[in-house]
C-alpha cells in the first residue's frame, strides 16, 4: 500500500532538448563552453568531437532546454482510479516553466503534497529547479529543498524506490516496465530521439505524446510497487 496518499501525489516528466540545432549555431563564447565540458566528457572513453557530443548538450541544464511538462494525478476508487494528465510545452521555455509554476503553486496550496518522477532525483527536478533559476524565476515550495531535512523532502522516485538501499543500480523506466508488466512507454520513440524530431521534424505533438506516455507508467509503477490497482488504459484522460 502507498505509504502517502494516492490524490496527493503528482506524477511528472520533463523532455528537454539542446538549445541550439548544432554547435554552429551557438554563440561563441557558449561554443567555447561546450568544448570545455565536452574534454571532461571525452575523459575515459573513445574520444568523440565536440560536434559529436552537442547531442548530450540537452541532458544538461547549462546547455539545453524544457520543451515539455508532462504530469499527472490519480483519482477515484481502486476499481475506478482514473489518472488525468496535463502537459505545458512549446519553444518558449520560460512561458511553460511559468505555466507548470502556476499548476504547482496551485495544487500544492493546500496539505502535504508530492512530486513522482522515474529518475527524479537526478534529473527531472534539479533540472527543472536550475532552469526556473536561470530565468529569473522563484522555485515552488514542492521543488525547493532548501533548509529541507532529508525525510521532509517531498520527492518520491521510482527508480530509488526498485533500488531497494542498492545505490548502485540504475533502470530504465523502459525495463522496469517490462519486468513489472506494464506496457512500455517506448512505443514510438525514446528519448534518445527526441532532439532530432524537435529539431529536424518539428513535431512537437509527438513529443508531448511521448512525455505523457512516460507519466502513465511512471503511475503504474509506483502502484505496482506500492500493490495498488492498477489503471486501466480507458480511465486515462488528457485534459
Given at each position: 500500500?502507498?505509504p ?5 501525489i ?8 539542446s ?14 563552453l ?17 560536434e ?22 490519480l483519482?477515484?476508487?481502486p ?26 503553486h496551485?495544487w ?13 532525483k ?10 526556473m533559476?536561470?530565468h529569473?524565476?522563484?522555485i ?27 545505490y ?22 525514446d ?13 512537437l ?11 502513465a ?11 495498488e ?11
Amino acid at each position: 500500500m502507498s505509504p502517502y496518499p494516492l490524490h496527493t501525489i503528482l506524477f511528472l516528466d520533463i523532455e528537454t532538448v539542446s538549445q541550439y540545432p548544432g554547435l554552429s549555431d551557438v554563440p561563441d563564447d557558449w561554443q567555447e563552453l561546450w568544448r570545455h565540458k565536452a574534454e571532461n566528457l571525452n575523459r575515459d572513453k573513445t574520444p568523440l568531437t565536440p560536434e559529436e557530443l552537442y547531442g548530450r548538450a540537452a541532458i544538461y541544464a547549462e546547455f539545453g532546454k524544457v520543451i515539455c511538462i508532462s504530469c499527472g494525478v490519480l483519482s477515484g476508487p481502486p476499481a475506478e482510479r482514473k489518472l488525468s494528465l496535463k502537459s505545458f510545452s512549446g519553444d518558449d521555455e520560460k512561458e511553460l516553466l511559468l505555466q507548470f509554476y502556476d499548476l504547482l503553486h496551485k495544487w500544492g496550496s493546500e496539505g502535504q503534497k508530492y512530486l513522482c518522477a522515474h529518475n527524479g532525483k537526478d534529473f527531472d527536478f534539479p533540472y527543472l529547479c536550475r532552469r526556473m533559476i536561470i530565468h529569473g524565476m522563484k522555485i515552488p515550495s514542492v521543488l525547493n529543498l532548501s533548509g529541507k531535512k532529508p525525510w521532509e523532502v517531498p520527492h518520491i522516485d521510482t527508480m530509488e524506490l526498485w533500488k531497494f538501499g542498492e545505490y548502485k543500480n540504475f533502470i530504465s523506466l523502459n525495463l522496469l516496465a517490462h519486468a513489472l508488466g506494464i506496457p512500455t512507454p517506448k512505443d514510438d520513440i525514446d528519448g534518445s530521439q527526441v532532439g532530432t524530431i524537435y529539431w529536424t521534424e518539428h513535431d512537437l505533438p509527438r513529443i508531448v505524446t511521448y512525455c505523457q506516455k512516460d507519466v502513465a507508467t511512471v503511475a503504474q509503477v509506483y502502484l505496482r510497487i506500492h500493490g495498488e490497482t492498477l489503471i486501466r488504459p480507458e480511465n486515462i484522460c488528457i485534459k
